[in-house]
């Protein structure tokens, strides 16, 4: 490891003499505990160039790896705690919240106990996990973790409630007399609050996210007193997972966009816990188990059954909690890719009679030009020992044979998803358009399909992929894109994209996602040239059929255009709402054009 600081300076001595207490360390939690030695900060170049502000040491549950800032941890006067502080950190990856996947889930059941103060959240889950972690490493590892929090707790903000509310847990927890750490008024709420706390504290520590919620609402009241400025002032040499997420390559953790079951019911003050306040068990206070079982209806958050979900704008501020840099369209990406796997399906292809299989016919020559992987170089080498490329190399000639099994073709997707004004933003809210867009061209992809797709508002307000294409990412950055204009279909592109097809080329089925308005479809172009003849001239050399799955308010029947398109080819699927197009976008990749095995006729649209 790179050292910037000379031998014998106060930094460096500060190093060596914490890297040699890093093996006792590791040794408080397990002697099989293996993680590589922190990176030492001398500059603020080097803290920046590891993504460490506003504290003395933290951890990437990307990388893991412990980072600790020499220079802060002397200004902090806390250099006599190298095995309690480097403890800590290895607690944070050991024990809580261990991986970025747990933290994400802890700092969401926290969200819904935070009304109004969600943007605190990725703090109390800090406060969180280290009270966790310090109650285990002071009474079982013997460590000076109250040492820390009396050298750090320094000035006028130590005496403010939600730090004096906070110390006073550890005092509990610690048995330790009243005023050690916690210091200013102590009145009976507050003491009664940091009971509780000590016995959640002790009574969720094996399974941390389910006391997550109960938490965040116990410390609600004092955050709201001063917006959790003390707190924070107090911890900002110590908020060691504020960027747990950070770091290049970091992957998002997966299961975020559901809400789990007990995640709006766990956010729920201690007092209304039974399992802490002892209410539910047997004996006097079992009388009130029924309406003790349960917080008030004014108390409990709506939802939180399984399989329901968050919306986009919520699952981004978690990933963007977990100290994530990502744009609205990149959570949006990965939102409505993780929602669409879930629908995953085999999706249709198309046999034909028989497949055709290489047959080798002889050597030609090879020259610098050509693929370097074509090069024979066994053939090469067997004819001639000094290989000179262009000279002595060949490669292999390959004819095709009818072959005996029969030829799996996949139909390609053109999908065409209505965006204008009057659907929802993907990027704040659930579009139902862009999910079923993306449980289809995933599904498509999976085994070989291409997929061209167009979100569209207008006859020149589009985004498209500009042909057909096997990238997911590429794909999905189209579907979740936003438009908001007035409604007309781009003729132009279904025209461009299929009058220069061949009778040889892969069969395509065309989608069209939209509502009343795809009747624009089948206006003039800009040429003049009519929308009939475009989409009959596209339905026929696509060769896969056409579906337009349309969000009405009554009978599709009823519509004159939308009758004549079904009388010429085209199926037309109704949906009652646009929650339903999930269901047909589940149905439609699993049987809306599978082939026949004898002639690759299309079934009916679901």
Same mark, same amino acid.
């Not at 705690?81 to 944070?92: K, Q, R």
């Not at 819904?112 to 285990?136: F, G, K, S």
């Not at 132009?492 to 040889?504: E, F």
């Not at 009978?555 to 009652?576: F, I, K, M, S």
């Given at each position: 490891?790179?050292?910037? =600081? ?7 001595? &500060?190093?060596?003499?914490?890297? #040699? ?8 939690? =397990? ?36 980072v600790i800032s020499l220079p802060r941890v002397l200004e902090q006067h806390v250099e006599r705690f190298a095995v309690e502080i480097m403890a800590h950190e290895i607690g944070h990856h050991v024990y809580a919240p261990a991986n970025l996947r747990y933290h994400g889930r802890m700092i969401a059941w926290m969200r819904v106990a935070l009304p109004t103060q969600e943007h605190l959240a ?7 996990? !280290? ?36 110390? @006073? ?98 956010? %729920?003050?201690?007092?209304?816990d039974p399992e802490l306040t002892g209410l539910g068990q047997e004996g006097e206070a079992a009388d009130h188990r029924e309406d003790r079982q349960a917080p008030p209806a004014d108390h409990r958050s709506p939802g939180g059954s399984p399989g329901q979900y968050r919306e986009p704008f919520e699952y981004g501020a978690i990933l963007r909690s977990l100290g994530l840099d990502l744009t ?48 024979? $170089?066994?053939? =090469? ?15 292999? @000639? ?15 997707? !053109? ?24 449980? %289809?061209?995933?599904? #498509?992809?999976?085994?070989? =399909?291409?997929?061209?797709? *167009? ?9 498209? *992929? ?13 579907? *979740? ?31 069209? &996602? ?17 929308? $009939? ?44 709402? $646009?929650? !339903? ?16 095995? *004898? ?8």
């Amino acid at each position: 490891m790179d050292v910037s =600081s000379p031998m014998g300076t106060p930094l460096e001595n &500060l190093r060596v003499a914490w890297a #040699a207490k890093w093996p006792e360390a590791l040794a408080r939690w =397990s002697r099989f505990t293996k993680l590589s030695e922190p990176r030492w900060c001398f500059t603020p170049e080097e803290e920046k160039r590891e993504a460490l502000s506003d504290s003395f040491a933290m951890i990437r549950l990307t990388d893991q790896a412990v980072v600790i800032s020499l220079p802060r941890v002397l200004e902090q006067h806390v250099e006599r705690f190298a095995v309690e502080i480097m403890a800590h950190e290895i607690g944070h990856h050991v024990y809580a919240p261990a991986n970025l996947r747990y933290h994400g889930r802890m700092i969401a059941w926290m969200r819904v106990a935070l009304p109004t103060q969600e943007h605190l959240a990725p703090l109390v889950a800090n406060l969180y996990t !280290d009270l966790l972690i310090n109650d285990r490493l002071q009474r079982a590892a013997d460590l000076d973790l109250a040492g820390v929090y009396q050298t750090l707790a320094q000035g006028d903000a130590a005496a403010r409630r939600s730090w004096s509310f906070y110390m @006073r847990i550890y005092e509990v927890l610690w048995s330790r007399p009243t005023g050690e750490l916690a210091r200013g008024t102590m009145d009976p709420r507050l003491e009664g609050d940091a009971q509780l706390g000590a016995r959640l504290i002790r009574s969720y520590a094996r399974d941390p996210v389910d006391g997550a919620g109960r938490f965040a609402a116990l410390c609600l009241p004092y955050l709201l007193e001063d917006n959790g400025q003390s707190i924070q002032s107090l911890l900002q040499g110590w908020l060691d997972t504020n960027q747990a997420g950070g770091g290049s390559g970091a992957e998002l953790p997966a299961g975020l966009t559901e809400i789990e079951e007990g995640e709006r019911e766990g956010a %729920i003050h201690p007092a209304l816990d039974p399992e802490l306040t002892g209410l539910g068990q047997e004996g006097e206070a079992a009388d009130h188990r029924e309406d003790r079982q349960a917080p008030p209806a004014d108390h409990r958050s709506p939802g939180g059954s399984p399989g329901q979900y968050r919306e986009p704008f919520e699952y981004g501020a978690i990933l963007r909690s977990l100290g994530l840099d990502l744009t609205d369209h990149e959570i949006a990406v990965r939102y409505y890719r993780e929602r669409a796997i879930r629908h995953r399906v085999r999706f249709p292809s198309r046999t034909l009679p028989e497949s055709t299989e290489p047959l080798p016919e002889g050597l030609e020559p090879w020259d610098i030009g050509s693929p370097l992987e074509e090069v024979d $170089w066994l053939q =090469s080498v067997l004819q001639s020992p000094h290989v000179i490329p262009g000279l002595t190399t060949v490669q292999r @000639r390959w004819g095709t044979m009818e072959g005996a099994l029969p030829e799996q073709r996949p139909i390609d997707l !053109d999908l065409y998803v209505d965006c204008s004004g009057s659907m929802p933003n993907p990027q704040v809210t659930i579009s139902y358009l862009a999910l079923a867009g993306a449980i %289809i061209a995933l599904a #498509a992809l999976r085994v070989g =399909s291409r997929v061209q797709a *167009t979100l569209w508002s207008g006859a020149r307000q589009f985004e498209t *992929t500009h042909g057909f294409l096997s990238d997911p990412h590429r794909i999905l950055q189209i579907l *979740t894109g936003y438009l908001g204009g007035g409604t007309a279909f781009p003729v132009h592109l279904l025209r461009d994209t299929y009058q220069s097809r061949k009778p040889g080329d892969r069969a395509v089925h065309i989608l069209v &996602l939209s509502d009343d308005g795809v009747t624009t479809m089948f206006n003039p172009d800009e040429r003049g040239r009519s929308g $009939w003849e475009i989409a009959a001239m596209a339905l026929a050399k696509a060769g896969g059929g056409g579906t337009l799955v349309l969000n009405l308010p009554r009978d599709w029947a009823q519509y004159p255009d939308l009758t004549r398109a079904h009388q010429e080819g085209w199926q037309v699927h109704r949906v009652q709402n $646009w929650e !339903d197009l999930v269901a047909f976008a589940h149905a439609f990749s699993r049987a809306n054009y599978a082939a026949s095995e *004898t002639d690759g006729r299309r079934r009916s649209a679901p």
